[in-house]
Structure formats: structure tokens, C-alpha cells
């Protein structure tokens, strides 16, 4: 037993042995390296400046790349601003907050002091074509885009100034038309008719048998008009009317045109339940085959109060691919407005042949519906701005904007040539 503890005690002692002498083997090398230091440092004393600005500077520029890094997460991760340069309207035109359905968000602006800071600056058409303190700016960042909104057709504009925002000012364009950079009609068929509890109201066999249940009106047509001179869509859309009251059609005429003005807001359950009461709505714009060009007059005041919109205004193959297979009656199909109110007066009396303009109703939603809602208006700016912002891919701009804007539209729009009424 006691040889064992001998034997492991030698052990132990040259471990311990061989531990002291690998301490003092590095303190004798850091020693002689802090040695080396002194003597070198002693010998470059005449350079040291330059030694040590070249890895300050080297730091200087890590640090200013690691700030800049973070900026442009920051700039990313940042909600983009919208400036919204028209001021305050009806929430339709500037809500605060936007988020879409791709998980974006965005916020907007009525501040003008905001107008540098925001990526993107939204110019209505009663700004656009006069030189103020937008077509105008003291400054303007390379990487903000310039939207032009209207939902107004560009008839009367068509002899304005172009000059201010004609070459190279914007970048973006936001109209009721499809070709538009972001589309921003006045409706849709899923913002039209609402989530899936609300849808119940206008599609459905039960909807569809309430609504033809309230036809009771002993006019056959209401139609509502505002505007009645200014250029050729609106002259003639009264004679049109006119036209088809001289040739046999019960119309109730309401709006300022007619002194009679219908005191409900338009866009306002009350009206929707006095408009269903007719079997149809008079949707007569005031621009004639203006591209893509419908109003509140087709979706609201028809569609969504339970009418069939008769529809004089945009021309028909637009139509054909906004609005959903017979659910309306298009002026073009008829050779003379005796003509149409034949065919009117006749589904007035027929209540089968009428009601087949509701079998789209009858539909399942998706079908109807396209099976998806797709990004509009404000949603959709939001998307693209914050699309840019991830990717860097602005390349677009209007060398040419009254080339879009008139040019490429129907010369019908400016200019009634042929008529039939």
C-alpha cells in the first residue's frame, strides 16, 4: 500500500514539474515579444503618423459602411410615404394607413413639408396641367416616383397645357384605365360586392328573387345627370335620353339637368333601395367611348341597387371585359334609340326574358368573381412603391405623357362625329 502511494506521488510531482516549466517557457516569449514591440516602435517613431492613419482610416470606412448597411435596411424596413398633394377628401381618395394583401404597408401624407421626404407624390389632374408648386418643384429625389390620379375622363383637358408635366415628369400614372401603371377603377366586382356575408345580399337564388321583387316603380328606367354642357359627351347624352322618351321609354329623370334633384347621397343605402325599384338604370356618362371610362353610374347606382345598368358611355368591348356576361345592355348594340327602347319595353313585359340578366348572380361567387381579388388604387401603389424600394427597379417615365393621356384614347372622346340619335 504504501509503495503505491510513493509511486503515485512521483507522478503527480513531475506533472506538477512539467506545468512550471511550460508557464515560464510563455512568460519568457510574451516578454520578449513586448521587447520587440519597444524596440520597433522606438525605431518607426519618424513614420508613426502614417502607421497609424492608414488603419484609422480603414476603420473609419468599415464604420461608414456598416451605417450605410443599416440604412438601407432601415430605408427598407421603413414604410413608404405617400405625399398625397390634392389634400383631404372622402377616405376613398387618401386613407391613412394602407396595407394590402401581400403584407405591405404604407403611409400617406396631406403635410406639404412632407413633399421631399416621401417616395412617391400623387398629382391630381386639376394640379397637373398649371404650373404651381408641384409641376414646379425645388427639388425632387431621383428615386421618387411622380403618380398622375384621375378618374375623370381627359376630355376636358384635352386643350390644356401639357408643358409642365409633358417630358420626362411622371413616372407613374393612376386612372380608370387598364393600361394604367396602377389601376384604380372606380369599383370591382369583389370591392363591389363585399366579403362573403355581405355577398349574400346580391348573389344567390334568395337575392336574386328580392330583387326582382322590388321592381315597382311605374317608370321602366331612372337615370341621374348632373353635367349638361362643357364639351360633346354631355350634350349628347341628353339627346339621347331625349331620344329615347320621344320614342316610347318611361324614364324618371332626375339630377340638377333635369331641376330634380334626388336628395340622398348616391352612394347611400337609401338610394340604392330607391334606384332597385326601377328595372333599369340609365348609366349615360358624360364622356363617350372614353377608354375603360365606368362610373359609379354602372357599379352603384346599377349593379349594386339590383338593376340592369343600360350603359351609354365607354365602348363596348371595354365593357366586355370589366363587367360580367349579361349583366348589362350596351347603346352600340342598337342601331337607333327606337331600336332600344323596343328591345326595353319588350323585357319590361317579359319577366322571364328579364330576369335572365340576373342568371350571373345566380353564379357561384368564384366563378363570378374571378376566384381572387386583385390589387387596386392605393393597395396597388403601395405594392409597387414598396417592390421598388426591395429591388431598386425604377426605370419607368412618361417621355411623352399627353401622348397616353390623349393621344392613345378614342378621338370619339373629344369629338362626336357620328350619331344616331
Known sequence: MNRYLKWQTGIVLVLCGFVVCISYYFLASMKENRKFRTISDDAATKNIKTEVAIPNNKAIHNVQSAIQQTNEVWTYLKPPMIYLTYGYLEPHFNPAIIETALGHKCTTTLDHANMNRSDAVVIRFSQAFRLNQFTKPKYRREDQMYVYISLEPPWPFHKDDFSFVDKDFFNWTMTYRRDSDIYFPYFTLPTLLGDDKQRKLYCGKTAVEQLLSKKTSQFTALVAIGRC?????????????????????????????????????????????????????????????????????????????????????????????????????????????????????????????????????????????????????????????????????????????????????????????????
Open 229 to 421: 354642357e362643357g364639351g360633346d359627351g354631355p350634350v349628347n347624352r341628353l339627346k339621347y335620353v331625349q331620344a329615347l322618351e320621344k320614342s316610347g321609354l318611361r324614364i324618371e329623370k332626375r339630377g340638377g339637368c333635369y331641376n330634380n334633384i334626388f336628395p340622398r347621397p348616391w352612394n347611400s343605402d337609401s338610394f340604392r333601395s330607391y334606384a332597385g325599384t326601377f328595372k333599369f338604370f340609365l348609366a349615360f356618362e358624360n364622356g363617350y367611348h372614353c377608354r375603360d371610362y365606368v362610373t359609379e353610374k354602372v357599379w352603384n347606382n346599377s349593379l349594386k341597387s339590383g338593376t340592369v345598368p343600360v350603359i351609354w358611355g365607354a365602348p363596348k368591348g371595354d365593357i366586355e371585359n370589366i363587367l360580367p356576361p349579361g349583366s348589362y345592355i350596351h347603346t352600340d348594340d342598337y342601331e337607333s334609340p327606337k331600336q332600344l327602347v323596343d328591345y326595353l319595353n319588350y323585357l319590361d313585359s317579359n319577366a322571364t326574358a328579364y330576369s335572365e340578366y340576373f342568371n350571373w348572380r345566380r353564379r357561384a361567387p368564384e366563378e363570378v368573381l374571378w376566384n381572387r381579388k386583385r390589387a387596386t388604387g392605393y393597395e396597388m401603389l403601395c405594392d409597387n412603391l414598396c417592390e421598388m424600394k426591395k429591388f431598386g427597379n425604377v426605370s419607368k417615365i412618361y417621355h411623352s405623357f399627353e401622348d397616353w393621356y390623349i393621344n392613345q384614347d378614342n378621338p370619339e372622346c373629344f369629338k362626336i362625329t357620328k350619331t344616331n340619335w
